[in-house]
């Protein structure tokens, strides 16, 4: 389906490297040419499993609404990008998939989020252990002011590991959050001693300690620079392979390069989602048109 998007200017699934010209164009480089790591289609499974399943989701700051009727599912294995305006309800929706709003008082969830047939929202459930399956990583990084070791070890302490796991468990996950080779030296200094970037890093280290098996993600590069941002951006892609990400971001450019589904979010409605490089170049709503084109928000 065509839509009138300006095609003067660049949709960020081709500002961020992929083609995005028809394949009947002569002139057209191949997609694999130019796709380079961040290609969304890359890694787009279409027949992943669902993770989540959100259903009839609404969400109250007392009497406030915040969240509208949101459903959606989250795709194991695959990255969702939640994108939409200030004050759209992204945080507070990726905060109800571990239940981190049960810690603001007078806050309400209704309706379902389904993991394993289990309802997220039902009160029966083992928060602690929720958390441990969805870890979360802030926009600001928040390192313990402990030395790096002991940050990523925390949540093994209190699953009660032997020396030798944590041992093991904090090499690996300083590995998979590819911060070792930068800290292997120095473990036992204060983790405020790193850069902005590499904090973040650790802080996604620690979250992976504990072998979550969905990673939610609220702006992790707002607060760093182009360089910082793309290394976030490459283990991102990574991580996916082994778990499921669900990430907020107000750049465009880093949904189109990291994520292979999208949601849009408009005053707490889920306005549109779809597979990333449908939203970006065959949206289906006015709205969400509007805002990848950079029109508003
Ligand atoms: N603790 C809170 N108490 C009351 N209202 C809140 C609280 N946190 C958020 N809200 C309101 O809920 C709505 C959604 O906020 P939310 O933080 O989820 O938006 P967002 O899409 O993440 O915005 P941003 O892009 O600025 O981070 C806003 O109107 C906000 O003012
Ligand atoms: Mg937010």
């Known amino acids: 389906m065509e839509t009138s998007l300006n095609r ?9 490297g992929a083609s995005g010209a028809p394949a009947s164009d002569p002139t057209a480089v191949p997609e694999e040419k130019v796709s380079g790591e961040f290609d969304p289609r890359k890694n787009l499974n279409p027949d992943a499993q669902t993770k989540i399943q959100i ?81 979360m990583v802030f926009q600001r990084a928040n ?4 030395s790096i070791f002991d940050n990523v070890a925390y949540g093994l302490h209190i699953q009660r590991k032997s020396r030798e796991a944590i041992q093991e468990t904090v090499e690996q996950s300083l590995r998979e959050a590819a911060l070792w080779d930068e800290v292997k030296d120095r473990l036992k200094t204060s983790a405020m001693g790193l850069s902005g970037g590499q904090q973040q890093r650790l802080c ?56 292979q589904y999208t949601g849009f979010f408009l005053v707490g409605k889920l306005i549109e989602y779809a597979q990333t490089v449908d ?13 990848v084109s950079g029109r508003f928000g």
């Open 8 to 16: 003067s200017q660049q949709s960020p699934i081709e500002q961020s």
């Open 55 to 135: 259903e009839n989701l609404n969400f109250y700051y007392g009497a406030k609404q915040a969240l509208y009727d949101v459903a959606l599912p989250i795709r194991e294995h695959q990255v969702t990008a939640l994108i939409g305006p200030s004050g759209c309800g992204k945080s507070t929706f990726l905060r109800t998939l571990n239940r981190m709003n049960d810690l603001i008082p007078g806050t309400r969830t209704e309706g379902e989020a389904i993991m394993d047939g289990r309802n997220i929202y039902d009160s029966a459930i083992d928060v602690i252990s929720l958390r441990q399956r969805i870890g």
């Open 143 to 146: 390192p313990f002011r402990k």
């Open 204 to 259: 996604i280290a620690r979250a992976l300690a504990v072998r979550p098996e969905v990673l939610l993600m609220d702006e992790p590069c707002s607060a760093l620079d182009p360089i910082a941002t793309l290394k976030i951006e490459e283990l991102i892609t990574d991580l996916s392979k082994e778990y499921t990400i669900v990430i907020v971001t107000h750049n465009m450019q880093q949904a189109a390069r990291v994520s």
């Open 279 to 291: 939203i970006f170049e065959r949206p289906k709503r006015k709205g969400t048109e509007d805002y």
